[in-house]
T-cell receptor
Framework: GQQLNQSPQSMFIQEGEDVSMNCTSS?????WLWYKQDPGEGPVLLIA?????ELTSNGRLTAQFGITRKDSFLNISASIPSDVGIYFC??????????FGTGTRLKVLA | EPEVTQTPSHQVTQMGQEVILRCVPI?????FYWYRQILGQKVEFLVS????????KSEIFDDQFSVERPDGSNFTLKIRSTKLEDSAMYFC???????????FGPGTRLTVT
């Protein structure tokens, strides 16, 4: 079946550093979404991308929809301790079928 | 701010028993979803629901699972005969008509013993 691979799997960074993570697939998606999940809670939508090549920002977060429609990238600038959590990408295929990535676990060192 | 709510927060059941997980989606949303997340793993799509019928379902969503919108506010997931491997967090989500953005509830932790 369809699979989304995220890298890195986990990362430790210093507070104030910029963070980059990506999501790749062998399948084409028409929409990409990025979510953050804190322990014991549901995923929270960060950014939605609808067009190939689209670059969208939400505060310190910037995400891009890859030109091939098979990948997406998320950048976090000037990380802070509350950025800690698991970041998931999700691709939408078919009619409202969402495939989630494997997740990137972010840990921020103060 | 409107939010998706789920009950119960934790359900413990014995293998073979039926469970019903409940969700109240955001009131003006028309698309509804169930996902599951086994501890420490990724979020897995189960089913999407629109206009009182299933839009899409995954391979996980077999005959043991069913969904229903019994009234104007609730959206339920029923597991007919639970197995040990059904133990997971189950998340409900809802979304509007004109975008693919969806919003998740806090989840129900299902423990099958």
């Amino acid at each position: 079946g369809q699979q989304l691979n995220q890298s890195p799997q986990s990362m430790f960074i210093q507070e104030g550093e910029d963070v980059s993570m990506n999501c790749t697939s062998s399948s084409i998606f028409n929409t990409w979404l990025w979510y953050k999940q804190d322990p014991g809670e549901g995923p929270v939508l960060l950014i939605a991308l609808y067009k190939a090549g689209e670059l969208t920002s939400n505060g310190r977060l910037t995400a891009q929809f890859g030109i091939t429609r098979k990948d997406s990238f998320l950048n976090i600038s000037a990380s802070i301790p509350s950025d800690v959590g698991i970041y998931f990408c999700a691709g939408v295929s078919g009619t409202y079928k969402y495939i989630f990535g494997t997740g990137t676990r972010l840990k921020v060192l103060a | 701010e409107p939010e998706v709510t789920q009950t119960p927060s934790h359900q413990v059941t014995q293998m073979g028993q039926e469970v019903i997980l409940r969700c109240v989606p955001i009131s003006n949303h028309l698309y509804f979803y169930w996902y599951r997340q086994i501890l420490g793993q990724k979020v897995e799509f189960l089913v999407s629901f629109y206009n009182n019928e299933i839009s899409e379902k995954s391979e996980i969503f077999d005959d043991q699972f069913s969904v229903e919108r019994p009234d104007g506010s609730n959206f339920t997931l029923k597991i007919r005969s639970t197995k040990l491997e059904d133990s997971a967090m189950y998340f409900c989500a809802s979304g509007g008509v004109f975008s693919y953005e969806q919003y998740f509830g806090p989840g129900t932790r299902l423990t099958v013993t």
